[in-house]
């Protein structure tokens, strides 16, 4: 069945984002908008044109004319080797999934009156966690009159945020939930992590 442009159904080939699939990627002559914007094998822009002006260009490269951005105005095609494309396509998704799949939440806990040396052995501990990729939980419980010291250990947990930042950020602010401060840190890109302390 013909895909009804007016029709509120997706076609099978659509996800529910609007791209379409890796196997329904529109490719040489299924690329039928009017003008697109062609990107050459090298990641040089060739400029707007016809699908069949691209397409001779690509045949001429033995390569394959595929639409990379659909919703772009107008869609943005590039000239690439389509077989490498799927695998380098399907890898990186691959390696993706493991990545999110491997990642952890490692916790490390504080006290409002912990000493120097226990707190870098918590840090040491911490940016370790952070360093190979895990999450971080860190949680300041307070116990009994410690409450009365909610600021000192709001900032105990706001140091060690700092104290780390070299190697993870806060998703969001360090909050008060019950009778403990709680903050989640994710580490930054691979490539940017650089440890500071050494495990004694």
Known sequence: MAYNPRSSNRPSSMNRRGSYNNNQVRKNERIRAPEIRVIG???NQLGVMTPKD????AKRLELDLVEVSASARPPVCRILD????QYELSKKQKENKQGSSNQKIKEIKLRVGIDTHDYMTKIRHAEEFLDKGNKLKITLQFRGREMEHKD?????????IVDLNHIGTADVDPKLVGRAVTVIMSPVPEAKRQKKYDIE
């Not at 389509?82 to 494309?85: A, E, F, L, R, S």
């Not at 000192?152 to 060690?160: N, P």
């Open 41 to 43: 094998p090298e990641g």
């Open 54 to 57: 691209a397409l001779a260009i």
């Open 82 to 85: 389509y077989g490498k494309y």
């Open 152 to 160: 000192l250990g709001l900032e105990k947990v706001k140091q060690a």
